[in-house]
């Protein structure tokens, strides 16, 4: 097997070619359509799609392949590693030209990734890790916080959400932002810049695998809502929740939210 530094060096390319397609396709004019569900995707979406996956599967043919605009190929479940690509997480922000959209790209083997970038092209970041390796922004390493409070932390995520009056325990006042990308919002966790982020919805593995890897290579939490942590490239590739957070913060974050019942 190709040593997961190796394949750090690969990823890392092919998302900052696409990054770069993205732009350029943007600048010329976006074409959008609707999926079920309402979410949009461009031919952005799905040209840096084809060039990532040209990229590394004619660079790595034994690899399985796991994306959010190709159709679900079953034969990944035999391959010990594959590629999980998020080709435009942030759909939404990437239209409306807001930076909060990146390319993620993880490699996962046994159902763990082992490698992963998340690359932010309209700030200029790079996120990157290696399993056992540290995670880095631009190059430097980068650590969690050690926030250890839920009143005024940084969290990124839905303000309604944290505000509605069904919860038992209301939550506490917090710097509330949003962030479009979910890849992203891990990253900036990682990186210190947040605290904590947290969904009571399903995450697709493309949102989640390399991101994963980044923020808890940083130090931080990241797992469901009842503290388990994520197995990727199952029969539906998602997980039901997510939490990520300061490793001081996520207990105190998961006492909260652990006793729901989220439909299945």
Not at 29 to 54: C, F, H, M, R, W
Not at 197 to 206: G, P, Q, R
Not at 227 to 255: D, H, M, T, W
Request: proline share 7%; charged share 25%; glycine share 6%.
């Amino acid at each position: 097997m190709t040593d997961p530094a190796q394949d750090l060096e690969l990823i890392t390319q092919a998302a900052f070619d696409a990054g770069v397609l993205a732009q350029k396709l943007r600048r010329e004019g976006l074409e959008t359509a609707y999926k079920e569900g309402d979410s949009p995707v461009t031919n952005a979406d799905l040209a840096t799609d084809a060039l990532i996956k040209q990229m590394l599967t004619s660079a790595r043919p034994d690899y399985g392949w796991l994306s959010e605009e190709t159709a679900d190929d079953p034969v990944r479940r035999s391959r010990r590693r594959l590629f999980v690509v998020d080709p435009i997480d942030g759909t939404r922000a990437f239209i409306k030209s807001r930076p909060w959209w990146a390319v993620s790209i993880a490699v996962v083997e046994d159902d763990k990734p082992i490698a992963g970038v998340v690359f932010a092209p309209d700030l200029d970041e790079t996120y990157r890790a290696t399993a056992g390796g540290g995670a880095s922004l631009n190059g430097q390493l980068i650590r969690a916080s050690q926030a250890d409070t839920v009143e005024g932390c940084g969290m990124v995520g839905d303000a309604r959400m944290f505000a509605h009056p069904a919860w038992p325990t209301p939550w506490p006042q917090m710097r509330i932002e949003a962030r479009n990308s979910t890849a992203y919002r891990l990253c900036v966790i990682a990186a210190g810049a947040f605290d904590a982020t947290m969904a009571l919805v399903a995450k697709y593995d493309w949102d989640l695998a390399a991101a994963d890897l980044i923020a808890r290579e940083a130090g931080a939490f990241v797992g469901d809502h009842r503290g388990q942590p994520f197995v990727y490239n199952g029969v539906k590739p998602a997980q039901p929740s997510l939490v990520c957070a300061a490793p001081r913060l996520a207990p105190l974050i998961l006492e909260r939210v652990r006793h729901i019942d989220l439909p299945n």
